[in-house]
């Protein structure tokens, strides 16, 4: 256990980049308590609601949290993260204001030596914000953001690349680089993942070249496409719908998406028949990627009979291999055989292509085929 603070530590850090808001309210922890969770001290709220009742609700458990004293020690630990209620449609209550400002109250009134407080906004906070000065006058405020003039961004983004690659000692010419951030469209999370995604890609090698990035990273808008069909396979319609909503604000194709989706079931069959029949096995990875698919002879000249000319990264092998696990070779046949007749209908109907696309998930998501992708 640490040593008990001479008084209480009281930490707000926000801004836009949400990523490093909360990648840093996670250093502050580990720094400040690095044994909380271990010795069953902390206690994390989730502020990431929109409706007046969800943000009193965790207002009064914040209020709760830094008043109590722990039955495991002399350290007490809040972690109230991704707070979206200091501003936005719940911040309009007279309610919430009035529970923000009481909590405001209590941090000036001052905690007991032995609290720690984090509180992580997702967003920037105005200056004038009250709260925003309460916790200035007794802790410390740390904010993350980044510029929203895209020239700007571009340059930020572009810096904050070079230093990754510099760190985990990887070199690429300037062409690389330029092909990295227009694949990956930037924002600190994508780069920190893709970053190292590259980086047990290359293992020893250091030199990073365009078909590596090309293989290894997806364009940014098939990357939604990805994260779309992975809301499908997991059964997530409300998120599905969102993510076609996005994607055709974006100008993302239609027809692109459909014949993707039907891919990845194709693909998802095909290893989901590999994995019975012993050509294939997923083994436990050693990285926050997950597992590895190993393949025998038989196996890889089967992946590469199904993927033609399509190069499939390592980590997008595994991670469609694991999806197939949870279906049944008829279950995913039955799925391939629908999309593929959305892929047709998308030539043939006079329907939108994002509202078939629509329909689509509603069908394969349906109640009484929940069982069948969840």
């Given amino acids: 256990m640490t040593s008990k603070p001479k008084k209480a530590n009281i930490v707000l850090l926000h801004g836009n980049d949400e990523f490093l ?51 495991f020690g002399d350290e007490n630990v809040t972690w109230l993260r991704e707070v979206k209620f200091l501003s936005g449609p719940a911040y309009k209550s007279s309610e919430v ?57 571009e340059k930020e983004d572009m810096d904050l690349l070079k230093s990754m690659l510099s760190e985990k000692k990887i070199k690429a010419p300037p062409a690389v680089l330029e092909v990295m951030l227009d694949r990956m469209g930037g924002g600190t999370r994508m780069l920190v993942q893709e970053v190292e995604k590259l980086d047990l890609y290359l293992g020893t090698r250091r030199d990073l070249t365009r078909e ?38 974006q100008k993302v194709s239609p027809i692109a998406v459909v014949a993707q989706l039907h891919n990845q079931f194709r693909e998802m069959a095909l290893y989901r028949s590999l994995l019975a029949n012993g050509s294939a096995r997923l083994s436990s990875g050693s990285s926050r990627f997950g597992n590895k698919l190993e393949l025998d002879s038989a196996g890889a000249d089967a992946v590469a009979v199904v993927n033609g000319d399509r190069k499939s990264s390592p980590f997008r092998q595994a991670q469609l291999a694991a999806q197939a696990t949870r279906f049944s070779p008829a279950q995913l046949d039955r799925l391939s055989r629908m999309t593929a007749e959305a892929y047709r209908q998308q030539f043939l109907s006079g329907l939108p292509g994002f509202l078939q696309l629509e329909l689509l998930v509603l069908r394969l998501l349906t109640p009484q085929n929940t069982s069948s992708v969840s």
């Fill in 212 to 249: 590596d990035v090309e293989l290894m990273i997806s364009p940014l808008k098939e990357i939604a496409a990805y994260t779309f069909g992975e809301a499908v396979a997991k059964g997530e319609v409300d998120r599905a719908l969102w993510l076609l909503k996005q994607m055709e604000s």
């Fill in 21 to 71: 808001v909360d990648l840093n309210a996670r250093n502050v922890l580990k720094d400040l308590c690095p044994e909380a969770e271990a010795q069953g001290v902390l206690t994390t709220l989730r502020g990431d609601v929109d409706k007046v009742e969800d943000a009193l609700k965790v207002l009064r458990e914040t209020q709760t949290a830094i008043q109590s004293f722990s039955m």
């Fill in 97 to 153: 204001k009035e529970s923000v400002e009481a909590l405001g109250a209590t941090l000036k009134a001052g905690l007991g030596p032995e609290q720690t407080l984090v509180i992580s906004v997702s967003g920037k906070l105005d200056a004038r914000s009250r709260f925003l000065k309460a916790v200035k006058d007794v802790g410390k405020v740390h904010e993350y953001s980044k510029s929203t003039k895209p020239w700007e961004v």
